[in-house]
Each structure stands twice: as structure tokens, then as C-alpha cells.
């Protein structure tokens, strides 16, 4: 795996509509981008090599999340929720991205924070550099927790370059500022 650039974003709500924020709530976002050693190739059939990278890249991204997070005097186990997001660049193709982020992307993940039962929410597309994504974040053990259900976004200004890769993962602590939203009763 090839990194060029790495950056990590830690983002704590002190308030939220005019009222102070009950317990923490904070979004870390890690982000890398790497070369695709794909670009311009066009189809490829066999993307073992980018399947192996996911996993890499999850413990570059996680480490830097973790370490983020300890700057706030949070550690990895009070992590409640998580979310991944891939920006393949116009080179590139979008399943290059599926590839880096669902087979093996997960296990480092929650090798890291002690778990997670559910799916790691992601998305993903194919743009040129400066291009933004929103990652969606859900609770790490349960989808429908609705304090958890909350979004990051990421946008590097030089990245992706056309062959290139930004892969960024996004954890939750607390839940949304100031969560009240409730599942609707029987």
C-alpha cells in the first residue's frame, strides 16, 4: 500500500441548539490516500489485491482514529458507532472501492474497539480530487439504535487524483449532540 497523505479530524460538540451537550459527543474521522494500483487498467476481474489493501488500510485508519481519540482522553472501548467511505478517483473504477471496503476492511475495525455486532455502514464513488463524501454512521451492535444514527463528512482538496484512492473510516462516542429521537411505540 502506497499512502501520499494522511489526515485525522476529531470533532466535539459542546453544544447543539442553544443547549450544552448531556455526555460527549465526538466524531473522529482518519483518512488516507493511497495509489490505485488499478488506475486506468479499465475492467479487472481478480481484485484480490485491493481486498488485501481494505484490511491494511483499516489498521492505518483505526490506529489513527484510536489515537485521535486518546488526544480527548477517550478510549477505543467507549466507542458506540462507526462508518467507512471511499472516493475512487476518475481513473479508477467503483467496485474498487467495494473491494477495499467490504471483505476484509471490518475485522481490524473491530478488532480495535472491542467489537461490533452489525455492519459498518459505508459508502462510496468514483470523483476527482476535492470531491467531498458523507459517511453514515450507525451504532456498532445495533442498526436501529437511533442515538447512533449520525453522518461525517470528508473532503481532502488535493485527493483523489486520478489514480488515486481516499479511504476514510469514522467513528462515534456519545451519540448525536443532544439525541431525543425515539423509536415509535406499539
Not at 13 to 33: F, M, P, Q
Not at 74 to 101: C, F, N, P, Q, W
Not at 129 to 142: E, Q, V
Not at 148 to 166: G, K, L, S, W
Amino acid at each position: 500500500m502506497e499512502i501520499r497523505s494522511m489526515t485525522t479530524t476529531v470533532h466535539q460538540t459542546l453544544s447543539e441548539a442553544g443547549a450544552k451537550i448531556k455526555s460527549d459527543s465526538v466524531i473522529v474521522t482518519a483518512t488516507i490516500v493511497v495509489t490505485n494500483p488499478f488506475a486506468g487498467k479499465g475492467f479487472v476481474e481478480d481484485l484480490s489485491e485491493l481486498e488485501e489493501l481494505g484490511a491494511e488500510a483499516a489498521q492505518v485508519l483505526v490506529d489513527n482514529a484510536i489515537l485521535g481519540l486518546k488526544g480527548f482522553g477517550i478510549e477505543s472501548a467507549e466507542v458506540r458507532s462507526y462508518g467507512k467511505g471511499a472516493i475512487v478517483g476518475t481513473d479508477g473504477d467503483r467496485e474498487h472501492s467495494a473491494a477495499i471496503l467490504h471483505p476484509r476492511f471490518g475485522a481490524p475495525v473491530r478488532a480495535a474497539i472491542g467489537g461490533g455486532a452489525d455492519i459498518i455502514p459505508g459508502t462510496k464513488k468514483v470523483g476527482p480530487a476535492g470531491s467531498s463524501i458523507t459517511m453514515p454512521l450507525g451504532n456498532k451492535d445495533d442498526r436501529w439504535q437511533f442515538d447512533d444514527m449520525d453522518a461525517a463528512d470528508v473532503c481532502i482538496p488535493d485527493a483523489p487524483r486520478a489514480n488515486e484512492i481516499v479511504i476514510s473510516l469514522a467513528l462515534g462516542v456519545g451519540g448525536r449532540p443532544n439525541a431525543r429521537v425515539k423509536k415509535p411505540g406499539p
